[in-house]
């Protein structure tokens, strides 16, 4: 029989492809923001012990509007803005750290859940395989249970055919019984359940924190780049290149002998 050149295609039950890790934050935006920073804080280091300094670049601004004065305030909230985005930096490496967190005990309740549905359906087999086998079905013997949705699926399932309390907990006649399948047994099938279905809501919650301060950060940085060029072309124009400077502008990110581009 020859073989087919092309693989049928995968069926609703077969397990989805793992998804890539999201890697660390984004080197090159946490590297600039170490570079904006350290500018930031020269010129407001330079602006506490140096008043020509200061006045030199008291007519030039901060931002694209030519609002924000080249002060020592102004300089003073930049460095703020700075640090505030190192905790929003932190911020989204904890909610990436949460969500590897939440995987792993997924994983662990997932295997305690199967673990459940897997001693049902052997109970299941014990009492109908002989004498009623069509009864199986109704247990899930036989499905395939890779799928987050089936294992949900099968579980609610399991626990309807044999809950003897009903959502507000009072006592109701079971559709069917297991042997030596309790009462005990029954509330724990259900505590599974539950606890696997609600931690996709927690995953869920983490990454959209974790992906939220990216973001943020992202236009925290954007932000404070174009404000800490503004600071250097003041610099570079009260400080022009040259021997006289050349030093002194080093400080500040800038070449001693070459204007900025």
Known sequence: MTTPVNPPPPSGNDPKKPRKPRGPLDAATLDQLDKDEQVIL??????ATDPAFTGKLAPHFLDADNTIAITPAGIGDLATQAATARQTAAAAMSGTAGRADITHTEETLKANLLASIKNVQARAKGKYEQNAPAKL???????TLIARSRI???GAALHTLLRTKDDA???ITPQDTLPGFDQAAIDLLQTQLRAYTSIQTDQTMAQGDASGARTALKDQCAQIARRRRKL???IDAEYPPGDAHSAFRKQFGLQGDRAMS
């Open 169 to 171: 907990g009072n006592p």
């Open 42 to 47: 020269a010129a407001k280091q330079q602006m």
């Open 152 to 154: 949900e699926q099968a």
């Open 137 to 143: 079905k109704e247990y899930w013997i036989g499905e």
């Open 232 to 234: 250097q072309l003041a």
